[in-house]
């Protein structure tokens, strides 16, 4: 079973943890970390725009990656939400394993 990472950014942490305690909730990631505030630096609508937000990092499966990048997207308050996710080449077995059984379905 291959294993993900997704980062999504946040406008502030209280949006970041209802989104990340969503996921984690619905099983659609075993944990989320969230990062402290950050600065963004983006071009939006023809500017240049700077503004803080937080990070989040969930780890989910590559089973269950599209329906947790399906549900940010219908809970994030911003139009284009930043949502990235790449693969977990290789990590602390029991890790992984972890992330496994807390994102089955049936569990």
Known sequence: MSHF???????DEVTALAI?????EER???CAN???PITSVYRWDGN???AGE???IAKTTAERRDALVARVKAIH???????????????????LDW?????????
């Open 77 to 95: 308050p911003y139009q284009v939400p930043c949502i990235v996710a790449w693969p977990i080449p290789a990590g602390h077995q029991p890790y």
């Open 28 to 30: 659609l990631a075993a």
């Open 99 to 107: 992330i496994s059984a807390e994102t089955a379905s049936s569990a």
């Open 48 to 50: 240049i725009e700077v």
């Open 5 to 11: 990472s997704v980062y999504v950014t946040a406008p």
């Open 20 to 24: 990340a305690r969503t996921l984690v």
């Open 34 to 36: 969230i990062l402290g």
């Open 54 to 56: 937080v990070a989040l």
